[in-house]
């Protein structure tokens, strides 16, 4: 008997060691804080808008994956003078390719394809593919799902492509594809490459993309207003695209759907597309809720993961000038950025003739932003970023907190009863084994001590302040200055103090 009590013990403790918190909001004011910024917010729309002649607009703010504030100007056409809603159809151009790149990820989920095969196993005129040398790797699903197949950028020509037939797109690679660079060495954008994730969705699924995805995540999610082509569209919900010239503004032809709109064809409006942004946005803490959404939270965080080489822009400004250098990178149908504010975005752009759009969510902020106009590659990106900036300026809001583990908190007390002597740490049981190799407990004791001199009397010891699940920092305050303790854990069952670092005041 005693012996199942003791493995019991064991078995609780190591789970509690083992027990992962999800960051959490603190701020009770949060919404409440965000909402005062709207009207600001709308000013900085309706300026934008009227300085670079945009005939119609429609944007959206989210929060905690919910529609919180829409705002709207101008006509979806003019020569008809209807108005812009949150009900509008607009063209939404390459925003489309995360969607492609989600049913892909579903189809990868239940085992249908894998992001390392070969295209060519789905699409065999790849074969075809004459590589810049003869020592070049396939081009992969990943390559495509990155812009790293070595397709040269394309987007005056992909553009004008939309509503080619798959006969079409299958007969450039019949031809043959001419490369800029071998697959894998390089990012490019392409839209031939997210045309041809199209065609894969229908080899492995037997199904258009245009059916699979509507089927597979517009359908599930509510998205009932919208479409591929654009004659389906209600006649007083379709915007109409436009261009500026000579100081007027000119209609531009709309396209059919066809093979190209796997990258860029989705029709839709504020409403329904912030129902797709929520699962991006609802993606965020890691947990342990049931899933909700069409693909796994799991998969939908995979695809905001910068998987290609990261691009450094040292000369990058805030929307107030401030030099703030970025990284960026692309992941699966969606750029990824983070700021020198440690700030990351996860969205894309959308860009045709008659068209400009942007979304963009602050995953750690659970805030987003999604902006149309129907003006030809309107910068709504821009717009967003300005509303962003002031939205974070003006509210004050805070990331979410990572709160700490039980076993960092443990670790914590139990190096605190060692400090500053380290009296027999050997003893303590709290060490991993390279510990007292790294690390000599009379020079421990000699520097604890000295440091402990410095801050006085101690008054108080801090929370942990987690950097994640198993390693963070806390202050020891002392009436003449604080001391920070930090330490890192191994990946052991329980975790051991595998680093620590004491600094002075």
Not at 276 to 291: G, I, K, S
């Amino acid at each position: 008997m005693k012996k199942y009590l003791t493995l019991f013990l064991l078995l609780s403790t190591t789970t509690a060691f083992a027990q992962y918190k999800p960051a959490t909001f603190t701020d009770p004011d949060r919404l409440k804080k965000i909402e005062a910024t709207f009207p600001v917010i709308d000013q900085l729309y309706k300026e934008y808008a009227d300085q670079n002649h945009w005939p119609g607009m429609a944007y959206g703010i989210l929060v905690d994956g919910k529609l919180v504030h829409t705002g709207n100007l101008g006509y979806t056409d003019i020569d008809a003078k209807t108005p812009v809603t949150s009900q509008s159809d607009f063209r939404i151009a390459s925003m489309t390719k995360s969607l492609t790149a989600m049913a892909i990820l579903k189809l990868r989920d239940e085992g249908k394809l894998k992001l390392d095969d070969p295209a060519y196993l789905y699409i065999p005129e790849m074969k075809n593919n004459k590589y810049l040398t003869k020592d070049a790797a396939p081009v992969t699903i990943r390559h495509l799902l990155t812009h790293a197949a070595g397709y040269p950028e394309d987007n005056p020509w992909g553009d004008r492509q939309l509503a080619v037939s798959d006969a079409q797109l299958i007969d450039i690679y019949k031809k043959g594809v001419s490369f800029s660079n071998n697959p894998g060495q390089g990012y490019e954008y392409s839209n031939l490459g997210f045309a041809t994730l199209g065609y894969i969705i229908k080899k492995v699924s037997g199904k258009t993309y245009e059916q699979y995805i509507t089927d597979n995540i517009l359908e599930p999610l509510g998205m009932a207003h919208t479409y591929w082509e654009y004659t389906r569209v209600p006649k007083d919900k379709l915007a109409h695209g436009y261009r500026w010239l000579d100081e007027k503004w000119v209609e531009q032809p709309l396209l059919h759907d066809g093979a190209y709109g796997a990258m860029g064809g989705l029709i839709t409006t504020i409403e329904d597309f912030s129902k797709y942004m929520a699962v991006h946005m609802n993606a965020w803490p890691a947990r342990d809720d049931a899933e909700t959404g069409p693909v796994k939270r799991s998969s939908v965080r995979e695809m905001q993961y910068p998987w290609d080489v990261s691009y450094l822009n040292a000369n990058a400004h805030t929307t107030t000038g401030r030099l703030c250098p970025t990284v960026s990178a692309y992941a699966y149908g969606l750029r990824w950025a983070k700021d020198c504010d440690n700030r990351v975005y996860v969205g894309h752009t959308g860009g045709l003739p008659g068209f400009g759009s942007n979304w963009n969510i602050l995953p750690e902020y659970g805030i987003g932003v999604v902006c149309y106009a129907n003006l030809t590659y309107a910068n709504a990106g821009r717009a967003n970023s300005i509303a962003l900036d002031t939205l974070l300026a003006l509210s004050g809001i805070k990331p979410r907190n990572i709160p700490a583990s039980n076993i960092l908190t443990q670790r914590r007390d139990e190096l605190v009863k060692l400090l500053p002597n380290w009296n027999n740490p050997q003893a303590a049981g709290i060490f991993a084994d390279n510990f007292f190799m790294d690390y000599f407990p009379d020079k421990l004791k000699s520097e604890a001590q000295d440091i402990y001199a410095k801050a006085g009397k101690i008054i108080s010891v801090g929370e942990v302040v987690p950097e994640n699940n198993l390693r963070g920092y806390f202050i020891i305050k002392g009436e003449k200055g604080n001391i920070k303790v930090s330490f890192t854990l191994t990946p052991e069952n329980p975790p051991l103090v595998q680093e620590y670092h004491i600094q002075a005041p």
